[in-house]
């Protein structure tokens, strides 16, 4: 006889397989919730994680963050409180057991108005980590989505009902294994929220040229200090991350937006191609236009 958890992982699965029978989903109607599908493995590529919380139903997909690979599956989920360059690879997959997986995004302001709002009780500062970590799915997780998902069937309930079940899905990893890590961040003034906000600030201005002095400044720390709270938390260094942020949006750029090399080069921020091309050429394994042409 199946348990009570295995159901409730069968469910998702079907769902979440039907909303993808074409292929990926979302954002829908639901901007938050979307779904990833995959029909065989995969050689690592860029990515980058925005705060969410990530769930495989079927398969297995591996994420390098730094010197750290995260490993999730139907068991564990990954939670990734601040924004993240990594480099991503589905290890389990096939046609016939495809990949399947959704992604539920947040805010983390939102977050830290949940904590003062619900009275959570104050956590001493603790040692920065890194912004993402997996943790064991728990039932009360797993029938949260599928209450979520199944909103998607009558859409005129999503309005009301969708930003209920995101919250208490968001205060189930709060007062989960990974609730420290999210509250970490979340919590106003701590040391990792100015971190986040400093990664906040490095997304939507990636193409600038900035100082350490001025970021620490931002953070209201030094700059020994705050070079390693950021490495703790991101794995890299500020200049690392602006790097793979540029590095990746160009990508974006000439794949979606058939933009040349020298173009989307210039307007992540590069001025020298010659730079770009080595830079890319050690991310993504392939000079530009060889690596555009095989995608």
Known sequence: MKSRMEVALVTLRESIARWTNGGEQGPGTIPALSFFREDGPTEPFSAVYEPCVCM?????????LGDESYVYN????L??????????????ASKERPLLGLKLTFDMQQISR?????????????????????SEITLPLLTAFQRLIDL???????PMLAPIIQKEIIYL??????????????AAGSQSQQIAR?????????????????????????????HNHFRSITAQSPLQFQKHLRL???????LAESLDAATAAFQVGYESPSQFNREYNRMFGAPPLRDISKS
């Open 56 to 64: 495989v139903v079927q398969g297995a997909k591996r994420v390098m």
């Open 74 to 77: 139907p068991h564990q989920y």
């Open 79 to 92: 939670i990734a409180p601040v924004d993240l360059p990594t480099f991503v690879q589905v290890i389990e």
């Open 114 to 134: 949940m904590l003062i709002d619900s009275n959570f009780p104050h956590h001493r500062a603790q040692k920065s980590e890194y912004g993402m970590a997996t």
């Open 152 to 158: 998607l069937e009558d859409e005129h309930d999503i």
């Open 173 to 186: 990893l709060l007062v989960g294994e990974q609730g420290a890590r999210l509250r970490q961040i979340a």
């Open 198 to 226: 400093v990664v906040e600030w490095l997304k939507k201005n990636f193409s600038q040229q900035f100082r350490i002095e001025d970021l620490a400044s931002q953070a209201r720390m030094s700059t020994s200090s705050f």
């Open 248 to 254: 990746h949006e160009a990508r974006r750029l000439m």
